[in-house]
């Protein structure tokens, strides 16, 4: 139930030093996993530094068709009154995961081994990506699904009544899909086996232990096998949500392009699994340093420092590093226009199929103000036009994708002209105080409408 409702066009110009704290949510993958585990355990499960975006939040409505009680106790805090592994009631109407592809593919996953039927849809955008690759394994349970042409929303799950067991190697590097057969997994007795050749977010497996599931990760040869035994009693917990790596990416990267910043993020989520973006760019010289760094609620942490780093250069990311950041490149491929030299990016085929084809979108964005940018199946090049090089000037798309939004407004804060997006809306999604949270940091964007 995303509100994309009348479209708010934006700008965003070239602004002076950034400073300050920028306390940014808390991380969306561990905010639905949070909402979706608490469901599935029996007893109250206390949740803080929830994202209160619009995807967690339809996660939260979602829950509650599936009969948990979900409270929300204002300031972040929220509990959930778990109904048990195979506890899900059937939802009286169609489950709307509004923008969410982790939203919707992990509940598919939690519901499709209990003997209920459920209807998900979503926005354009979510209507048509890829559900296929969650549905084909669930089919190993005896799940039935019924989509639309290529496996699109809205579709109904027919959970497996008799649900077995399964052994699976994920296709693709997706932790969604890892993480749907492992929630299918908890209500279908034995051992579930999930192998991913590339490690993935492990958000799943960490809290599965959490919640006292029997969860194991093992390196071998054909990659990490995870193996789960099937219908434990899930414990209910009290999570304390560490802020998402992946919206901090925002304020960093605004403070290496514009003149003078100096910019402190606290307390963010530093899970190797997704701290990709922040080694390639200190491979590209960004003045970036991590403080305090510390454990907490099994996660490790620290606070980030993002200076202004004005003699950046363009490098070959490792294609093997691709999963940490998948969600990265197109912030990325903005601190990029600002370096010298070319950046490359290869084996993000996974790109094309996220809330929207973010390799097009941003090439075509990146190319209007200025900036030369290849791009091929699974690879894209852009060519730096170094500090005070980028023209800006011209007005984007957003295409319906929160992190294709606030990455062009964060190339207009060092852009020489102002950057323009047809719409913003979508940036609630995932951050829903982006735009105060940049204002008192010193960024200059305006919404166009009066
Ligand atoms: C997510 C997994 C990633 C990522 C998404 C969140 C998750 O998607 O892009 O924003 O929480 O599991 P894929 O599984 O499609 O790579």
Not at 2 to 11: E, Q, R, V
Not at 160 to 178: G, L, T
Not at 321 to 327: G, L, P, T
Not at 420 to 426: R, S, V
Request: net charge negative; glycine share 12%; proline share 7%.
């Amino acid at each position: 139930m995303s509100a994309h409702g009348t479209p708010i066009p934006m700008t965003s110009s070239k602004c002076g030093p950034l400073t300050g704290v920028a306390e940014v949510p808390g991380d969306k993958s561990i905010s639905h996993r949070s909402l979706i585990l608490g469901a599935m355990a029996v007893g109250e499960t206390r949740i803080s530094g929830l994202l209160e975006g619009d995807d967690v939040l339809d996660t939260a409505r979602a829950m509650r068709a599936f009969g948990a009680e979900v409270i929300e106790h204002g300031n972040g805090e929220w509990s959930v009154f778990g109904v048990g592994v195979g506890g899900f009631c059937e939802p009286d109407n169609v489950i709307d995961c509004g923008n969410s592809g982790t939203g919707v593919r992990l509940i598919m996953g939690a519901m499709a081994t209990s003997p209920i039927t459920a209807t998900f849809s979503g926005d354009a955008s979510l209507n048509s990506r890829p559900m296929a690759r969650v549905t084909d394994p669930l089919a190993l349970f005896g799940t039935v699904a019924v989509g639309r042409d290529g496996g699109r929303l809205p579709m109904t799950i027919v959970g497996a009544r008799a649900p077995v067991p399964v052994r699976y190697v994920v296709p693709v590097p997706s932790a969604q899909v890892k993480s749907a057969v492992l929630l299918a997994g908890l209500n279908a007795p034995g051992q579930t086996v999930v192998i991913e050749k590339e490690a993935t977010r492990d958000h799943t497996e960490r809290m599965l232990a959490g919640f006292g599931a029997e969860i194991s990760t093992e390196v071998t040869d054909e990659g990490r096998v995870i193996t789960l035994t099937g219908q434990p009693e899930l414990k209910p917990q009290v999570i304390a949500v560490p802020r998402d790596p992946s919206s901090a990416a925002f304020p960093v990267c605004a403070a290496l392009i514009t003149q003078g910043s100096n910019v402190l993020v606290p307390g963010i989520g530093l899970n190797p699994t997704r701290a990709g973006l922040f080694t390639t760019l200190r491979e590209m010289g960004a003045d970036l340093t991590f403080e305090n760094e510390r454990i907490e609620g099994g996660e490790p942490c620290a606070d980030l420092r993002a200076r202004y780093s004005p003699d950046m250069v363009g490098i070959e990311v490792p294609p093997a590093r691709a999963a940490s950041m998948i969600d990265e490149y197109p912030v990325l491929s903005v601190v990029a226009a600002f370096a010298r030299g070319d950046t490359v990016m290869r084996g993000v085929k996974e790109l094309r199929v996220k809330e929207s084809d973010r390799i097009d979108a941003m090439a075509v964005g990146l190319r209007a103000n200025g900036i030369a940018v290849e791009d091929g199946p699974d690879w894209w090049i852009v060519t730096g036009a170094g500090m005070g090089g980028v023209a800006g000037g011209a007005t984007v798309e957003s295409h319906l994708d929160h992190r294709i939004a606030m990455s062009f407004m964060i190339l207009g804060m060092g852009a020489e002209n102002p950057v323009t997006l047809d719409d913003g809306n979508p940036i609630t999604t995932s951050f829903p105080v982006f735009e105060p949270l940049m204002a008192q940091l010193g960024a200059k964007m305006e919404r166009a409408e009066g």
